[in-house]
């Protein structure tokens, strides 16, 4: 296994040395004056990269625990929600409201399609509304980024509160919460939030604060008002992960200072420069080839070659890890994620490993003019 190694997966991302640094600080106690002033100023920073006035609320838990929190707060057992669903994690929000005893509608696409939020209106319409509907935005199992203001529209027209799953997407691509009506946003800290895995949050607006004092489901860690009654006294309500807190104030800060717009038009050119690679290579794109594909890009792999047997030789031969494909996809596709902590470099140096590897399996590639492409696609 090569000493050097490059983390290329949609999540865990690489983390910036400024992150780990704070992280290795000696521990201090979560109930003490220093560490509520980096608490305080954590929780703040998330309300502005969510774009929202309303409260982020913040668990120890990776992203899956947040969005538990969303349904055991929203959905009373038995009741219809309607959940969008178009690859992996759409799917396990179906199966996670299921396990809370919720009647989930499915409005299910094949994997790699984009969710329409007319489809959604027509859905709603033919099952006489729902109070919950789920949403993903960034499908990191296909690379399909959906557009989020169109379904928070349509759900709030119907009366239903909208939760949407920013787990890969948060701090990558446009999600204006307060501005575009949504009412619960989901994301985790290992992903463009450029923080090792460990914190879960769920942004509430105050619409679904109300929603979900109506709804009679057991719950107690999870229980939004406990920790929303702790926030605002700067505190957390059982012991928060102090170090990880710590460090994902610095990597808010972070980006924050890039700031929000030039962070995401970094994204974007970031997802160009990778498809703009991954063709010039001769290789054709699983992810649709659009800019807001900018979370991760899906490639199919070649005639013959198992994705597999690709990302065994990127990883143990030359120190970069991939993503495989999930499901279905299993051996079919590979995934490049560039979320967080990503610039050209890493793009190109993700491509020149990916050719090397493929022409060892015997693929049938365009060598050379990767590197080219991706620069200037990043450039243009
Ligand atoms: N939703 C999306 C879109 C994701 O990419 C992930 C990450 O794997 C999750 C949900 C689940 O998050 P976690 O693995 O942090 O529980």
Redesign the pocket.
């Known amino acids: 296994m090569p000493a050097k190694r490059y983390l290329m997966t ?2 865990p991302t690489p983390v910036p040395p400024q992150v780990l640094a704070a992280m290795a600080e000696p521990m201090i106690h979560h109930r003490a004056a220093d560490f509520r002033k980096h608490y305080g100023e954590c929780l703040a920073r998330l309300k502005q990269v969510t774009c929202t006035e309303s409260d982020v609320l913040l668990f120890t ?7 538990e929190s969303a349904v055991v707060n929203l959905c009373a057992p038995g009741e219809r929600v309607v959940a969008v669903t178009a690859g ?2 759409g799917d ?1 929000w179906v199966k996670l409201a299921q396990a809370f005893g919720a009647d989930v509608v499915q409005l299910k696409y094949a994997w790699g399609e984009t969710p329409q939020a007319a489809d959604l209106e027509a859905k709603l319409k033919e099952i006489g509304g729902a109070p919950v509907a789920f949403v ?6 296909t690379g399909v980024v959906s557009d989020i203001e169109a379904f928070a529209k349509v759900a709030q027209a119907a009366g239903t509160t909208l939760v949407v ?5 948060l701090a990558a691509v446009p999600l204006e919460m307060d501005a575009w009506g949504v009412d619960v946003v ?1 994301s ?1 800290s ?2 463009a939030l450029m923080t090792p ?1 460990g914190l ?1 949050l769920a942004a509430v607006s105050q619409r679904a604060f109300e929603h979900a004092s109506r709804v009679k489901q057991p719950r107690f860690y999870w229980d939004w008002e406990k920790t929303r009654a702790a926030q605002a006294k700067v505190d957390a309500p059982f012991t928060p992960a102090v170090s990880l807190v710590i460090g994902m104030n610095v990597a808010l800060g972070m980006i924050l200072e890039e700031g929000l717009e030039t962070a995401f038009d970094r994204h974007v050119r970031l997802g160009r420069a990778t498809r703009a690679g991954i063709k010039a290579m001769g290789l054709t794109l699983f992810s649709p080839d659009e800019d807001r594909s900018a979370v991760v890009t899906a490639v199919n792999s070649p005639a013959g070659i198992d994705s597999g047997d690709l990302n065994k030789i990127l990883k143990d031969k030359y120190g970069v890890t991939i993503a495989g494909g999930q499901g279905d996809l299993k051996g079919k596709i590979f995934r490049i994620g560039h979320i967080g902590w990503f610039d050209l470099f890493d793009i190109t140096t993700t491509l020149t490993a990916i050719e090397i590897a493929l022409a060892e399996l015997g693929a049938d590639i365009v060598r050379g003019t990767a590197v080219n492409a991706a620069v200037a696609a990043f450039q243009a």
């Open positions: 949609p999540g838990a990776s992203g899956t625990g947040a969005f992996s994690f396990r993903v935005q960034s499908e990191t199992s799953d920013a787990v890969s997407s989901i985790g290992q992903k895995p879960g």
